[in-house]
């Protein structure tokens, strides 16, 4: 079993930064890929910005030079990875959620975090 928290969101003016915490415990030790995914209202959940162990990164093209992931920090305990977030804007208001994906394990597992309100003002 794995557990991931969400924290870091609230609300911030057009222009501002926040930046976003997960971390993963338990069961963490096959996990090679952190994840930040964020659903706003009415809309499908997608894709912010994703890492491996290798420290490949994936950005949506929305967030690109806006947005950074870090890389995965892992100890025996505890998987930590941040997403900070600058010069937001207000379609950037979302629940960002974290996941979790260990590709190895058959099948692949998937874990997901409760997610963090970011509101964006303008």
């Known amino acids: 079993q794995v557990h991931l928290v969400e924290s870091g969101g609230g609300l911030v003016q057009d222009g501002g930064s926040l930046r976003l915490s997960c971390a993963a415990s338990g069961n963490i030790f096959s996990i090679n890929v952190m994840s930040w995914y964020r659903q706003a209202p009415g809309k499908q959940r997608e894709l912010v910005a994703a890492?491996?162990?290798?420290?490949?990164?994936?950005?949506?093209d929305s967030v690109k030079g806006r947005f950074t992931i870090s890389n995965i920090s892992r100890d025996n305990a505890k998987i930590m990875v941040y997403l900070q977030m600058n010069s937001l804007k207000p379609e950037d208001t979302a629940v960002y959620y974290c996941?979790?994906?260990?590709?190895?394990?058959?099948?692949?597992?998937?874990?997901w975090g409760q997610g963090t309100q970011v509101t964006v003002s303008s």
């Open positions: 890492i491996n162990t290798a420290g490949t990164t994936n950005y949506a």
């Open positions: 996941k979790g994906l260990a590709e190895a394990t058959m099948p692949p597992a998937t874990y």
